[in-house]
């Protein structure tokens, strides 16, 4: 009985717990009205704190290209995974799933960015992703 | 107040959060006199866990060494769950499940049925590091005092200011960069202090160590604190200070930093100008410092508060920050507000 109480309570402790914020308030700067999905060719990636942009061209039905901007993390995070500036190249083609910003310029949070098989763009580390359990490379 | 009798590892603790091992109970100081100077050692202060004390190297100047690169990264939380009450620290089986829970319900590249959070979750789990264990100490808050893991009630002059501030924020919520908070500005992090608290990520510090100083680099934001050792007076009370000013002494193998004349605008959970900051550093083996910091704030707090982080020693290096350079979501925000705006207006005169 005390064993499942202490499972109960640790399940409604999940809800308080764990630091769930990034560098700003994304629901200030991207429309949850607005879902994009991009499916484009990377043109480049800025490595740049606080957060890191991907620049893609998607190409419309009409052929028109339109170059956006994604939002993403502190690169600093990737860096300890492993991830380095080959990892994102010119020319992938990549589909980015996210929410448009609120003044309607092409910029998009990169919400879950993915290959167009479905694997995740960035994997995290192979270890618990701790900067203690990643040893620099 | 001195810390508990942390020993590292993650063996069970035997220490419940009311005892206070250094003010020595009457059958502590008994059990100490009768088994000799050995253990007496090791009773004193901290000694209820039967284990040999671990002694810090020295530096060249002769200061208990703490020099290197920590992270504070944990998913304890700073306030015990109110389904947790009572219960001051888990087992290591119960620690275990804990973690692989939070992490699980934690993981971001679930998307979330409700929009707000979905967008508010930013991007995918890689970006961000929050740590995957509780605490070393196994505690279930980061709190330690009060014994029930939670803040001490806010005073009528905390409620009034918080309240304020709420109704400021309401009322312009991105006028301009001013209005947005100190993070999003570059400006401080709100966890990396002083005090310094586990965030989402970066949570990443390097100490160094000279003659008569010891330096504390940040990774978040880009700060360096650096505290002098010499008992020179505080600065006078007008000249405030984002990271407020800090004077450190050692006592022990335990380095203690006072900090004082904080700004108006850091505001540290609500704090007012004249929080008073007591911080504790002790390595208690070479992969661990706890770290330990009591609030003073009587305008802000019914009472002082303090709380207990572990910090690791970690093989990575502390990146540059360098927020200023790639900070366009500030703009971003600020334009969003001002479409809301113009929406709203041709909405009304439609």
Redesign the interface.
Known sequence: MRSIK????????????????????????????KPVKLRGTVTKM?W??????IHIDVKDADGKVTNW?V????P??????G?TKNSVTAGMEIVVDG?Q?????N?A?????TFPDGK?????SSG?????????K | MRSPGFLGGRAPRKLQPSEHPTEGSDSMKLLCALVGILVASMCAGQGLVAKKAWTPPRTADGQPDLQGVWTNATITPLERPADLAGKAFFTPGEAAAYEKRVVENANVDRRRSDISADVGLAYNEAWWDRGTHVVKTLRTSLIVDPADGKLPALTADGERRAAGLAEQRRLHPADGPENRSLAERCILWGTAGPPMMPGPYNDNYQIFQAPGYVAIVVEMIHDVRIIPLDARPHLPSNVRQWLGDSRGHWEGNTLVVETTNFTGKTRFRGASENMRLTERFTRTDPDTILYEYTVKDPATWTKPWTAQVTMAKSNSRVYEYACHEGNYAMTGILTGARAGENNSAKAATK
């Open positions: 202490i499972g109960l309570a640790m399940g409604a402790a999940l809800l308080s717990s764990a630091p769930l914020w990034a560098h700003h308030a994304f629901t200030a700067e991207f429309d949850g009205n800025e740049i704190n606080p957060h890191a942009w901007m939002e993403c993390g502190s600093n995070t990737l860096l300890r995974r991830v929410y910003s609120k003044d309607g310029s910029h949070n990169g919400r879950d960015v995740k763009l960035f994997l995290g618990t992703g701790a900067p203690g359990d990643t040893p620099e």
